[in-house]
Nanobody, 128 residues
Framework: QVQLVESGGGLVQAGGSLRLSCATSGRTLSSYVMGWFRQAPGKEREFVGAISRSGINTYYADSVKGRFIISRENAKDSVHLQMNSLKPEDTAVYFC?????????????????????WGQGTQVTVSS
């Protein structure tokens, strides 16, 4: 089992950057594919991006591709989401999540139901 705590959210102007972090504890981080999701007011939670156990493979939603970068530091039990060129539509609560499934072929989990563990979320607000 793993516990997840997000940090780094806040208020930023459009075009700015934020770096979210997800600190983990419990089972070793390298046991999990790690993902980021977000939920805007009145909307369903949506996939943002994910990174494989080794960090070699990543997968992003089209809406953030080229702007957001996921990285991980297994030795430090942390995962990061670097968000650049932020837009007002990026405003949401951001969640990190862990998937313990061992996928083959370089697949990186991208569906909410694939993730076993979730953090409480951190608010990101982008002003226009």
């Amino acid at each position: 089992q793993v516990q997840l705590v997000e940090s780094g959210g806040g208020l930023v102007q459009a075009g700015g950057s934020l770096r979210l972090s997800c600190a983990t504890s419990g089972r070793t981080l390298s046991s999990y594919v790690m993902g980021w999701f977000r939920q805007a007011p009145g909307k369903e939670r949506e996939f943002v991006g994910a990174i494989s156990r080794s960090g070699i493979n990543t997968y992003y939603a089209d809406s953030v591709k080229g702007r957001f970068i996921i990285s991980r530091e297994n030795a430090k039990d942390s995962v990061h989401l670097q968000m650049n060129s932020l837009k007002p539509e990026d405003t949401a609560v951001y969640f990190c999540a862990a998937d313990s499934t061992y996928w083959s072929g370089g697949y990186v989990s991208r569906h909410e139901y694939e993730y076993n563990y979730w953090g409480q979320g951190t608010q990101v607000t982008v002003s226009s």
